[in-house]
């Protein structure tokens, strides 16, 4: 009923810069919030950034002044801009968003994740 897909994932080399995108369709009435998470090899999945419907942001101490989120709310889609990626950035990405469901529900949704590599 409801999909998350995220793309620009793949391998970059430490201090290069990726934006992730995330679209959401379906049975949508509203996006109120949407986020990314990663989850490294053997690390429990952690918050990188949110951003509220009206564009307030907040960010993991990890990534700050280096990532950016953004949305577009016409089009239901986040990004995500990394800059100044470092290897410890690796891990899989993660989109997810507190959906309001066409029948009024509220949903949270998760992509299926798209890889980024940070290597030399």
């Known amino acids: 009923q409801v999909q998350l897909v995220e793309s620009g994932g793949g391998l970059v080399q430490p201090g290069g810069s990726l934006r992730l995108s995330c679209a959401a369709s379906g049975s949508i009435l509203s996006i109120n919030s949407m986020g990314w998470y990663r989850q490294a090899p053997g690390k429990q999945r952690e918050l990188v950034a949110t951003?509220?419907?009206?564009?307030?942001?907040n960010y993991a101490d990890s990534v700050k002044g280096r990532f950016a989120i953004s949305r577009d709310n016409a089009k239901n889609t986040v990004y995500l801009q990394m800059n100044s990626l470092k290897p410890e950035d690796t891990a899989v990405y993660y989109c997810?968003?507190?959906?309001?469901?066409?029948?009024?529900?509220?949903?949270?949704?998760w992509g299926q994740g798209t890889l980024v590599t940070v290597s030399s």
């Open positions: 997810n968003a507190l959906v309001v469901a066409n029948n009024g529900r509220y949903l949270q949704v």
């Open positions: 951003i509220a419907t009206g564009g307030s942001t």
